[in-house]
């Protein structure tokens, strides 16, 4: 099987939803036969690289509400998490621009590891929605990625070029011209499509259904 998925690491529902797919992957036991591959998405190309603005209040502007309402909003998106057994600070996060995460994300992609492009992904919500860390600071970034065991100096040196950033927009391009509805979307063996961060109990029984007539 092979699973395509649009994501930002600045959407939550993003998070969410590869989450738990992932897990529906893992319960059906076809993960290892699985080729998943991250399509890059920014939600906001429009976000700086640095910003003195809280995401209540990025927040609020963006969707044209009040910063109380954009707190609670925010908060039940730390509640929408927490059913996929992910514990998310939003109202914390930084909202900055994702395009340098999006070109490490291409790089790691290069070495031909899925499972040190799975951790690289998962890194880098963690350090966004858990750790609230700006993931456009360089030294952040190359600070964790050379935890994954990942080379100092090759991920500098990415992040003070634009390297990878075609292969971003490629992918942004590919989305448009399917009509991508909204973030996430997987589009699983280039036919069938689950938009959003459905219930896990959808994610198995989609899986199961197009696994089962692929081995037909």
Known sequence: ME????ADIACPYCYVGITRLAKALNELKIADQTSLQFMSFQLDPTLPMTTKLTMPDYYAKSH?????????????????AATASLTIKMENAIPVNTLAAHRLIKYVETLNDQRLLNQTINQLYQLYFVANKSIANNDILTSSMTKLGLDASEVTEILNSNKYEDKVRKD?????MIGMPSAPLFVINNKYSITGAQPYEVFV??????NQGRTN
């Open 3 to 6: 699973i395509k998925y649009w």
């Open 64 to 80: 044209k509400i009040s910063k109380d309402q954009a707190l609670a909003q925010l908060h039940k998106i730390d509640q929408f």
């Open 172 to 176: 942004e391009r590919q989305a448009f």
């Open 205 to 210: 029984e989609s899986l199961k259904k197009i």
